[in-house]
């Protein structure tokens, strides 16, 4: 590999600039960037590399926002359950939260913006039955109904930042005074924001790009009494709710929101809910609203010749890239973390913007980079998995962040990322503009679609939930796989053709998630709409309890299609029969024993639906799990303590496919695009541009007659490489190599 | 044990005399019976004993069948799901049906008894809309819409006894004719059983007992064009269907029952559906019909001075015991089938009966009584698991079925069974008649409530399925407890005090099932009055999804009570800090290792709500069944991975306690009362009675001033005894021991 330059983000910091400028030349660097706690140096400033500066718009600035706290930044939340033992309840609603955090908004009408529900009806309690006590933060309702649940939905003002308040506990910054994040939809913040920025364009010549940490609201982090974390969504607008902005949007929407549309039952509008209109509403409105205040900024930036860059996360809500209004923000660039395939291909699919940027871990911390310790194995880790998804579409850009200092003090790991940097500009030379080889078009089907391109299934960005990871590896599977993958709402089936262009849909989650769609699977429209595409040759794979809601004798409602439903106690009665496993299939031919098969947290009593239907894993995991000193009922090995994991169904012309979970590995990216290629009736074209070792994989980019042959694993490989006509010649693969041939 | 005599019913045949006699003498019986294959000859009949007749009203009659095929018995049935792929569809809807079984019912217009749903949309399509191909069985709908699914739900009439067709088909009768069930709610059948009881009572007259095999309806058991057992609910009505009680329901209850209404999606209004009112209407008025009919030939037998027993199974339906019309039957004995101590106490609690009868196990077939096997292991296992039972309350007499003649030529079996008889009336003659000790009274809450006294969560009778086993455990477990058994109904609970004499309530079932409870717990009177029965010191205990519908921010209704709520995709947002297992607590006090807890199929994602939660079990069981190869999130071990399986809570002066699931064992037995006594508050009151080694029970007896210790198990057990003011000493008892000591 020959020695390039550019697309890489350094950080740096001060009085290291030798070091810099070692690293510069090695790693091939052509921007330098500061970081959370580092600053540049003015020699630093002055290297032959584009410099980011890291800017906080609505934080960050105490000096305006101590003086005006009335425009401090304010959520809706809920207390916790309070029960009633007589006609008279007191609820103390702050109890559960940090008062560091968050503090009862007393400055507007509590009778006009807060509520209070009887949990055990659901009805809200009239305003004339109770009373705010400012003095003890207690709201006593009168005339409750005994042995009844209450709560009380209420407005805080939020007065420390989240991220700052996270680095702060976790570091013990003790005395280092907390952040105030303020509302640019007031009037003196927003004035502000735009003058603080004017000057601070004038006042930082040397920046070439301001990285906006982010714009104006967090996603909801709310810390309980003891500090700690008590909600985290990383999708949640709750932070950009405020009295301004509930009165602006009865203007806009011409309706008034209730708390309830925003405190959702406590669940907050999870990304997880069903959206509902209110709530798509709301987030439209501010979606809007963060559009236009930050073009302002983007503008400023562009008027002092400066280019304006965001960081997908902190405070990114209502800049959602795959948003109706993300385009007229205007940006230059985006930049976020980069976890996995999955992540680098929701930053690098980010359309209208220059260039997407990609940050590597690890972050060059004390945690990971401490004596003992070898940061090449996660900096491997992660750029392996990445890797597969820069092969279908690369981000412009990489970058690290944290203390270079502590980074340069680990010479293997410097070693490896000049490999890394040289491989990832080689890859992109070749692949970006150019359109890889697809063999199949690929729909996830879930009530947010585009919007949440790549985001589907996620709580907190990148960690993993035990109810999530058997869905999430889905999405890393597809993102570094020769399939066009596209992010579709129920809507869009229901108001558009978008399934002309369409091979197969997949649709997973748990029943009554946003993720498996709940109530609308009632909708006639969408199951004729879908019924019909698989009939006509289309392909339909479910995922857990793909289509589940009760109906009409069906918990899935395209049992039909699938092949398959799930006993939910109802139909005991109902003898099945269709158990037994067929000897060998299209979709296990890499499986040399199905009962290994990792369905993650797996699926329960889920049966063959008609004799058509193609057991492919039929089993009792609870069997396998017997430990000494448990007995099993007598017949547990029989026919009605199994469970179907994995089977398939002729549909039509198409057909459905069921997998009771999908967590990522290679085993199962395989076993997941056999299934696809199964469902789309699209067998015969699955081996063009394949290795039949599931450890490499194949990358065709026909416009520039070449492809690349990738090994995913440290070890050496060999496998059978084929071509796009199917002829196919045994390769030997260096470890994580990359092979480049020509057509 | 000295020899006794009385209370025992042998089987018996012709040409078997000697024998016969030999085992009267040294089984001490003092009935002998009939069975299904065998007949008692003169000689017999005229020994020292009570002659039981086995006696068939509705089958077994073909000569009067055959000749009024009008008068068959009918069932509604459902055609299987067919999906239109134009806007005409064929549904030939006798698919999957056995034609020797059903035919459909040509002679009723369908267009008033048969409903063509669209199950797509649940709207009945218009009778203009379809018409009925009567020679090729199909019905063609007009004007479907493309892509949705239709069903047809129409009237059959059942040609062939069930059980009948069953033991045909099992042992290749071949040419044997096909009992014939008629229809007693029709004139000439109902003529005809009068009759026919009134002759054979005269031509019987050695005949003591008739043995009703049983009355009009067979349970529901249906099957399918193989042959095969399609659908089997020991507790279905659908056989008591036909023109004639639709018609006589709309003019006794003032409205017509729809198709619909029996049908019910397909499930049949299986025991598991919280039943609708239209079904409560119809097995109400089926029960009143069948009481009325029934009483009718136990009168004739009264007046022939014969007594009148009921079989409990086969054509039962309608008789329910435990129902509001059963006594007016005036039957003098009900027998049934003992395969532990929960059928035991479904047939010793029946009320309005002189006496009731177990018949035990194993039966007297070649398939246990062959040669190389010991059918004194399954006796062996069948005494011990009821006599637990029948220490709380025995059936009057105990019995066999099959041939004798089997059972004499292992003489092994032959002794065990003297000494099993022995023992039963030894238990009998102090047990009977007295009230046993009793530490707490236990409600079992379902929507059934008394009416299936001891039969919850029973899909057909005694075979387990996997998604019963974990309940089934409760009723085995209580079957012989120290502890009062009620069943209790949500509508007790709404409409009277019956709490008041309740100690602790246990609900346990699969979300939505009639067991659970479904949208029963959006009631807030229920949970007001259960939560008010807590808080003022009652318990209540939760198995798999008690109290479970999603409604205002929660999915277990009374989470409150139970202190843990299960994770349904919507707060994954929400932390979970209440993980931390208590080192010691009053429900574990017995338990090694609480890993080791059989929870049978366990429930998934279980959290704990409150800092008050005890947090008695908490685990991943996925990763305790990691295989090889498998790999599980990094973080699996951690609290995000993992789910509680038993937790208690504090509520008021009362508490709740969670348990996973609780499938049959001694050491579930013991955990199951731990966690009545704690809810109950009544710990101080659990050792007295007591038996330290879980495999030893105490029963006392107060009235009489005896207490038994029973061993269980067939080793010895040595165990701390505790008798009522806690004094305890030291006991070693031999295998399967009863030990009957002084107050």
Redesign the interface.
């Known amino acids: 590999m020959s020695k390039t330059k550019g697309r890489l983000t350094l950080p740096s910091q001060a009085n290291f600039l030798k070091e810099t400028k070692e690293l510069i030349e090695r790693w091939g660097a052509d921007a330098i960037r500061d970081s959370d706690g580092t600053k540049l140096d003015e020699a630093t400033k002055q290297l032959d590399a584009k410099i980011y500066t890291t800017y906080f718009v609505a934080r960050n600035h105490n000096e305006f926002a101590e003086k005006h706290m009335e425009e401090c930044q304010q959520i809706y939340v809920m207390s916790?359950?309070h029960?009633a033992?007589s006609s008279e309840l007191e609820i103390p609603f702050m109890d559960g939260y940090f008062t560091d955090q968050v503090q009862p908004d007393y400055v507007h009408d509590e009778k006009l913006y807060w509520e209070v529900?009887d949990?055990?009806?659901?009805k809200v309690v009239s305003v004339e039955n109770w009373v705010l006590d400012k003095e003890r933060n207690i709201v006593t309702v009168h005339g409750a109904?005994?042995?009844?649940?209450y709560?009380v939905s209420f407005l805080v003002y939020a007065i420390w930042d989240p991220t700052q308040m996270y680095n702060h506990i976790t570091n013990n910054w003790g005395n280092v005074p907390h952040d105030i994040p303020f509302d640019v939809r007031q009037p003196a913040s927003n004035e502000y924001m735009q003058t603080y920025l004017k000057n601070w364009l004038k006042e930082n010549p040397d920046t070439d790009v301001v990285r906006f940490t982010t714009f104006f609201y967090h996603f909801?982090l709310i810390f309980?009494q003891l500090g700690?974390?008590?909600?985290?969504?990383w999708f949640?607008y709750g932070a950009s709710v405020s009295v301004a902005a509930l009165e602006a949007f009865a203007k806009e929407k011409g309706y008034r929101l209730r708390a309830e549309d925003i405190v959702d039952?406590?669940?907050?509008n999870?990304t997880?809910?069903t959206p509902s209109k209110a709530y798509l509403d709301y987030i439209d409105f501010i979606q809007k609203f963060v559009a236009t205040e930050a073009k302002k900024l983007v503008d400023l930036a562009h008027d002092a010749g400066k280019e304006a860059m965001m960081f997908l996360g902190d405070n990114w809500i209502g800049t959602e890239p795959y948003g109706k209004y993300f385009k007229e923000i205007g940006l230059d660039a985006v930049v976020g973390s980069v976890g996995g395939g999955a992540t680098l291909r929701m930053i690098s699919d980010i359309p209208h913007v220059k260039y997407t940027e990609g940050r590597f871990l690890p972050y060059f911390f004390p945690d990971v980079f401490r004596e003992g310790n070898d940061p090449t194995i996660e900096a491997n880790k992660n750029w392996l998995s990445a890797r597969r998804a820069i092969m279908r579409n690369p981000v412009d850009r990489i970058g690290y962040g944290g203390y270079l200092s502590l980074a340069y003090q680990f010479p293997k790991f410097v070693d490896y990322i000049e490999q890394v940097t040289d491989e990832f500009r080689e890859i992109y030379d070749v692949v970006k503009h150019t359109k890889p080889y697809v063999g199949l078009k690929v729909a996830i089907l879930n009530a947010w679609g585009k919007l949440r391109t790549w985001q589907s299934h996620m709580?907190?960005h990148e960690?993993?939930?035990?109810?999530?990871?058997s869905y999430l590896g889905i999405m890393e599977a597809l993102s570094g796989a020769s399939v066009d993958v596209q992010f579709i709402s129920f809507e869009d089936i229901l108001t558009t053709d978008i399934l002309k262009d369409v091979d197969v849909i997949i649709n997973a989650?748990?029943?009554?998630?946003a993720f498996s769609g709940g109530d609308v699977w009632k909708n006639?429209e969408l199951?004729?709409?879908i019924?019909?595409f698989v009939?006509n040759g289309g392909g339909f794979v479910g995922v857990g309890e793909p289509t589940a809601v009760?109906?009409?004798?069906?918990y899935f409602q395209l049992a039909?299609v699938l092949g398959v439903e799930r006993?939910?106690?109802?139909?005991?009665?109902?003898?099945k029969?269709f158990t037994k496993e067929l000897d060998t299939h299209f979709i296990t031919e890499d499986i040399k024993d199905v009962r290994?098969i990792?369905f993650?947290?797996g699926m329960?009593?889920v049966y063959g639906l008609?004799e058509n239907t193609e057991v492919l894993e039929f089993s009792?995991?609870?069997v396998?799990?017997e430990?000494e000193?448990?007995?099993m009922?007598?017949?547990a090995e029989g026919k009605?303590?199994?469970?179907i994991h994995l089977a398939a169904n002729p549909y039509?012309k198409g057909r459905g496919v069921y997998l009771a979970g999908l967590?990522y590995?290679p085993e199962n990216t395989r076993l997941l695009l056999r299934a696809l290629y199964y469902a789309a009736a699209k067998e015969q074209e699955f081996k063009k541009w394949y290795s039949s070792n599931l450890s490499v994989e194949v990358h065709a980019y026909p416009e520039k007659g070449l492809y690349a042959i990738v090994n995913n694993t440290n070890e050496a490989q060999e496998t059978e490489v084929y071509d796009g006509h199917g002829n196919h010649e045994t390769v030997i693969m260096n470890p994580s190599e990359i092979r480049w041939e020509h057509m």
Chains 1, 2 share one sequence.
């Open positions: 916790k359950f029960l033992t529900i949990r055990t009806t659901g109904e005994a042995f009844h649940e709560t909801t309980n700690k974390e008590k909600f985290v969504d949640g039952e406590g669940y907050y999870s997880f809910r709580v907190a960690l993993p939930y035990k109810q999530i990871y989650g748990d029943a009554g998630t006639p199951l004729t709409k019924r019909e009939y009760h109906h009409q004798g069906r039909d006993e939910m106690g109802y139909s005991l009665s109902t003898d029969y290994k990792d993650g947290e329960k009593n008609t009792n995991p609870k396998s799990q430990v000193g448990i007995v009922p007598a017949n009605e303590f199994g469970e039509g967590p590995s």
